[in-house]
């Protein structure tokens, strides 16, 4: 479970549906959870295709920074999500070493 809340609002999302260790070295995240997020979605300059580590690819033009907590822990930590129109049986997927560089 991850919560989430974009800088400079208090409103956080929760996404209970959250996959860690995507191989594409990218996070992902579902469009309604982005846009709950009221975050500033960032346009790509060129759209992107990323291909998730099941072989599904995503087609991406913009991006969110939002600041996550993993499980309620009180350490949190910045992560770019690319923003994907659905997900469907996830509300984003992280990679593999989020909140690092």
């Known amino acids: 479970r991850v919560t989430a809340v974009a800088d400079n609002r208090e409103f956080k ?8 260790g995507a191989v594409s070295g990218k996070s992902i995240i ?5 846009d709950a997020s009221l975050a500033v979605q960032q346009p790509l ?3 992107e295709t990323i291909r998730h580590s099941s072989g599904r690819s995503y087609q991406v033009s913009h991006r969110v920074t939002l600041r996550c907590a993993i499980d309620d822990a009180a350490e949190t930590f910045s992560e770019v999500f690319y923003v994907v129109e659905d997900l469907s049986d996830y509300d984003a997927i ?4 989020p909140g690092t560089g």
């Open 13 to 20: 999302i929760d996404m209970p549906r959250v996959k860690v």
């Open 30 to 34: 579902a469009r309604r959870h982005a």
């Open 45 to 47: 300059s060129t759209p």
């Open 94 to 97: 992280m990679r593999r070493n």
